[in-house]
């Protein structure tokens, strides 16, 4: 079964510093990752995924993710925290022979002025 | 503009009252899926189905109903609801059920079963 741990339920973090959101993931075969971010009433957004190569992603609005095989994580980060970051954020796994995605339970990501 | 729409947006019912929850994508998407979202539960999927007239069992399906007679519609069907049914539900598709391709989600239905 496939199974994405989000450990902390909440980050914390001030303007203009670096973010970082953690994400752990157990699936069979190749990992096909993703982030996605949800803005309050809002559906869910994309912002990146891995797929194969590099293990550092660009995605949308200055993010990144580091992948990294032998740890099963795929960290989010941003250089530079913006408030307008403040959002709740999912990681998202699936397997090379799976058609289910599977979420974390999500991290709420509050940036402090 | 390329878009999942869901109706109705916000829903209130009693138990045991049959309701539909329609999707419908424009973007000639093969791949379509249900989730409910639960505080710290995550998303959790419902259903999904790989194209036209093809769909299975996602991690939660007790309770739900799916059909897919056309390819931009996918409506989430609650036969008797009950009130652990009460969620958010958000639907999704994607260009193909290839797992590489990311989901676009709808604005999400915030269903209450009294």
């Known amino acids: 079964a496939q199974s994405v741990a989000q450990p902390e339920d909440q980050v914390n973090v001030a303007e203009g510093n670096p973010l970082t959101v953690k994400c752990t993931y157990s699936?069979?075969?190749?990992?096909?990752l993703f982030w996605y971010v949800q803005y309050p009433n809002r559906g869910l957004q994309f912002l990146l995924k891995y797929i194969t190569g590099d293990n550092l992603v660009k995605g949308s609005y200055g993010f990144e993710a580091e992948f990294n095989k032998s740890q099963t994580s795929f960290h989010l980060k941003k250089p530079s925290a913006l408030v307008s970051d403040s959002a709740l954020y999912f990681c998202a796994a699936r397997g090379a022979g799976s058609y289910q995605l599977t979420f974390g339970k999500g991290t709420k990501l509050s940036v402090i002025p | 503009e390329a878009q999942v729409t869901q109706n109705p947006r916000y829903l209130i019912t009693v138990t045991g009252k049959k309701l539909t929850v329609t999707c419908s994508q424009n973007?000639?998407?093969?791949?379509m899926s249900w989730y409910r979202q639960d505080p710290g539960l995550g998303l959790r999927q419902i259903y999904y189905?790989?194209?036209?007239?093809?769909?299975d069992k996602g991690d939660v399906p007790e309770g739900y109903k799916v059909s897919r007679k056309e390819k931009r519609n996918f409506p989430l069907i609650l036969e008797s609801p009950s009130p652990n049914q009460t969620s958010l539900y958000f639907c999704?598709?994607?260009?193909?059920?290839?797992?590489?391709?990311?989901?676009?989600f709808g604005p999400g239905t915030r269903l209450t079963v009294l």
């Open positions: 999704a598709s994607s260009l193909v059920a290839g797992p590489g391709d990311e989901q676009f």
């Open positions: 973007m000639n998407h093969e791949y």
């Open positions: 189905s790989m194209n036209v007239e093809v769909t």
């Open positions: 699936v069979s075969g190749n990992p096909y």
